[in-house]
């Protein structure tokens, strides 16, 4: 309801009787069980800004236009995307996705496709709102009636008075009089949408940093009903990071309660990627996975999604030799579902701790945390794999140090002396050394002159 009229209604309320501009009485009396719903302008800002957030991973160029519509230039997507029909079908079950419906229009020109997507119904038929040539745009538009085209709305009496009801029989007229009786603007118009004038669009603007919200229907207390809410959250996220060239290596969901005196403290759900991404289809594997295994501490009335970390977008390389078994990039893949499904804590790898000494620098984390931070691995020194518990005193002989056969120094020294912050001094000298059988050892020596083995190369 619109100031007390209809202004759209559902079928089923159109099977009751009621119809557009019917007021509040009327449809009162006609189904008395009609759900009546007040028009809410800033939600419907909302939804609009959410759409388009959404579709900018088809194209960068977006722009609002008249009656709840969208521009998209797909000019340079077409291809990539497969061509117009299959452009049209990934746009239609996107904004499906997003929980709204959408007529589309295809042509060369904006107005043009705006013009056939309000085809009336006896005009409707898909492949007859999409042209890809000015010829056959021009010829389906001649067909259509003035009506659908507002710039003539204020001039219907009089075009219907000399018998122009189609935009056909409107170009035919004398321009210089049909100027003269409704001015420059409805010609203007109509030399858009035929191509005959270039058009102009303000292109909107995509944010520096993404933050999208959504209010739930009702109080959801399972986790895995939250799926469909954050999958519209997932594919505005999706269309940021498409248009600025990023991908996002952490990202965050709150799951907002109560709020007001009985307000509950949104709880946090924080996904971590092994390595940055932005298909779609990914993200969303990842966070079903994490819902599927979360319980919830009191019912949700609402989602933010934020996109914490990211870094710019690196599309995948093609290799004329794969590697068997997959590639690094399908077991980072594994490693991220894995510990979304069985909880980051669970799937650890060894990792490396700021701390010089070896009975400290090593432990375990979690596989994702520790695959972004791998690059700086290159820096550590060259260290043995295996690092005995607990170091093995060695015998002297010939002054040299013995463990099976005399050991010969080939590297070193490492000098380490560190830990003098938790009473546990540590001050040794560490070599490489090598057996008579090529095999090499990680030794170090104490200030006493003792020597001990800690290590053993591969």
Known sequence: MDGGEVLIASPLAMESGVRPGMRTGGVATIAPGTIMLERDVEKEARALDAVALALLQFTPNVAFDADFSMMLDVGASLRLFGGPVALCRLVRHSVQRLGFTAVLGGAPTAHGAWLLAHAPYEHARSPRRRCLQLRTLTSRLDRLPCAIEPAAHPFMAWLDGIGARQLGALRRLPRAGLQRRTGKQLLATLDHAYGDLQEMHRWITVPDVFSAHAETFDRIEHAEALLVGATALILQMVGWLMARHLAVLTFTLLLEHERGRA??????????????????????????????????????????????????????????FPEPGGSPADFKRLLELLSSRLGPENVLTPTSSPDHRPEQCNGWGPATRAMKHSADEDELPDRPCWVLPKPIALIMRDERPFYGSPLRIIRGPERLEAGWWDDQTVVRDYYVAQGTDATCFWIFRTRDARWYLHGLFG
Do not use: F, S
């Open 263 to 320: 307000a509950i403290a949104p709880t946090p759900m924080e996904i971590t990627l092994a390595e940055p991404a932005w298909r779609e289809p990914h993200l969303l594997r990842l966070l079903k996975e994490r819902l599927a295994k979360l319980e919830l501490a009191a019912p949700v009335i609402g989602l933010t999604l934020q996109a914490n970390q990211v870094q710019p977008m690196q599309p995948p390389t093609d290799q004329l």
